[in-house]
């Protein structure tokens, strides 16, 4: 799993190439958002086009970063939903809690 970010009318952009169905690539999810955070931008957009799986350990950190997000007055977006992932979010509800754009 590979996540690339860039800057996006001001708004961080993270791209997330692969799965996010196992604790190696949660953490290195986590690494990015982390980046993310501490380069001061408030809002964040993650595209989810390339990403085919997820379960708890990225659905774990999905929630962490929303809530960080909203702690400092910022927001977290997803993009970019299809397939198994927007059934995912769909059943738990979570395209309710994130703001989902479609793409």
């Known amino acids: 799993m590979i996540c690339n970010i860039r800057e ?23 690494e990015t958002m982390y980046e993310v955070l501490t380069s001061g931008k408030k809002e964040a957009i993650i595209d989810m086009n390339a990403v085919e799986s997820i379960n708890s350990h990225g659905i774990g ?37 994130f703001k989902v754009e479609k793409n």
């Open 61 to 97: 950190k999905l929630l962490l970063f929303y809530n960080k997000f909203k702690d400092i007055g910022g927001d977290l977006r997803i993009t970019s939903t299809h397939g198994n992932i927007k059934e995912i979010f769909e059943t738990l509800r979570m395209d309710v809690l």
């Open 8 to 30: 996006s009318n001001g708004k961080a952009l993270i791209e997330v190439h692969g799965d996010l169905d196992n604790a190696h690539a949660a953490n290195n999810f986590r």
